[in-house]
């Protein structure tokens, strides 16, 4: 199983970024999929989550409206859109199998810098 996420990088406030995390290893259409953040000195904490069919999604507060998770079962890859970025968002974002804290294996991360 891997989970190889991607897409990160340094961006303005008020910019957009789009993270990947494509799988390998295991049937990903029959798997929910969640991101996770966890930025220097704070817990991991949940983002957002989508079901293994795409028909259910779920977002922690402070990411409704701007972020927009989704997946594409036919390329084993799982997304996360992120618009009008804030410098709160500076993380490292992780994809993980499975829905919210059910789910199992992880991904290695990538960073996100949001700063001016």
């Known amino acids: 199983v891997q989970l190889v996420e991607s897409g990160g990088g340094l961006v303005q406030p008020g910019g957009s970024l789009r993270l990947s995390c494509a799988v390998s290893?295991?049937?990903?259409?029959?798997?929910?999929a969640t991101w996770y953040r966890q930025a220097s000195g704070k817990e991991r904490e949940f983002v957002a989550a989508i079901s293994s069919t795409g028909g259910s999604t779920d977002y922690t507060d402070s990411v409704k409206g701007r972020f927009t998770i989704s997946r594409d079962n036919a390329k084993n890859t799982v997304y996360l859109q992120m618009n009008s970025l804030k410098p709160e968002d500076t993380a490292v974002y992780y994809c993980?199998?499975?829905?919210?804290?059910?789910?199992?294996?992880w991904g290695q991360g990538t960073q996100v810098i949001v700063s001016s």
């Open positions: 290893g295991f049937t990903f259409s029959i798997y929910a």
């Open positions: 993980r199998r499975g829905w919210r804290h059910r789910g199992d294996y």
